[in-house]
């Protein structure tokens, strides 16, 4: 049996229990190949405890492991790392728990969290240079590791109680969904809700359009004094939170980050 032959049959021996494949390996080999295949599957299970502890905290020890069973059993891994082993799992349990769908919101929460950990660090506007900022011309970059959730249900909030170790409240579908912005802060991963005003500025702003022509934007809806605060609230916000990574004068503009 040449070497590529034997790993696949590993693979499919590990991945399907497939005996056709553990038959050509060898009887001799069927101990090691069940130590073999434990070890696979409690790996990946500990990947996926590890990666989604609030998850599990709210559907609990049974179900979570009946869900990770099920994963392992239709996504086998296919990356380099286990890193990235969870990311299907949120849609693994929005198919395997369709009636509750803040199960698989709060994974995605947990998803979402721990990918920006691991995103690519962003250079930070220095708020000592903003003086000579032209910002009717301004054109904001924002860091490429912002994301953006709707939520159905009243997921977040579920999520926050349970990273408090507080009593989390009863699931519920909302009346509007949550819209929740997600970034990384230095070392920090930040989560917060946003509502839908903030939502359509931040859109904007990242498909180019200009700081000044927001306010204008804002000022026709709201008025001037009340639009040019609330923008001016939203400018403070996105720099201190270290989500803005650039400033360019319009000529000067780098492609918006989209």
Not at 95 to 110: F, S, V
Not at 135 to 161: E, K
Not at 167 to 183: H, S
Not at 213 to 239: H, P, Q, Y
Request: negative net charge; glycine residues 6%.
């Amino acid at each position: 049996m040449s070497l590529l032959a034997l790993q696949r049959d590993m693979r499919d021996w590990l991945l399907r229990e497939d005996m056709a494949a553990a038959d050509r390996i060898g009887a001799a080999a069927g101990p090691g190949l069940a130590v073999y295949q434990n070890n696979y599957r409690t790996q990946l299970v500990t990947c996926l405890e590890l990666s989604f502890p609030r998850t599990r905290a709210w559907i609990g020890e049974d179900l979570f492991l009946h869900a990770a069973v099920h994963h392992i059993d239709s996504v086998p891994p296919s990356s380099w790392t286990l890193d990235a082993y969870g990311r299907d799992f949120p849609m693994t349990l929005a198919r395997l728990h369709a009636d509750d769908p803040e199960i698989a919101e709060i994974a995605g929460i947990e998803l979402a969290l721990e990918e920006l950990f691991v995103a690519a660090d962003s250079p930070v506007v220095r708020l000592d240079g903003l003086g000579n900022v032209d910002w009717d011309r301004a054109v904001l970059t924002f860091s490429s590791s912002i994301d953006l959730m709707h939520l159905q249900t009243n997921g977040f909030v579920i999520w926050s109680a349970l990273v408090d170790q507080r009593e989390p409240p009863a699931p519920q579908y909302l009346d509007m969904p949550d819209i929740v912005i997600l970034w990384r802060q230095s070392e920090q991963c930040r989560i917060r809700t946003i509502d839908d005003a903030e939502l359509q500025a931040l859109l904007k702003l990242r498909r180019g359009m200009t700081f000044g022509a927001l306010c204008r934007d804002v000022a026709l809806s709201l008025g001037e004094e009340a639009g040019m605060m609330l923008v001016g609230r939203w400018l403070g916000l996105w720099l201190s939170d270290q989500m803005v990574v650039a400033i360019h004068d319009r000529g000067q503009a780098e492609p918006p980050c989209l």
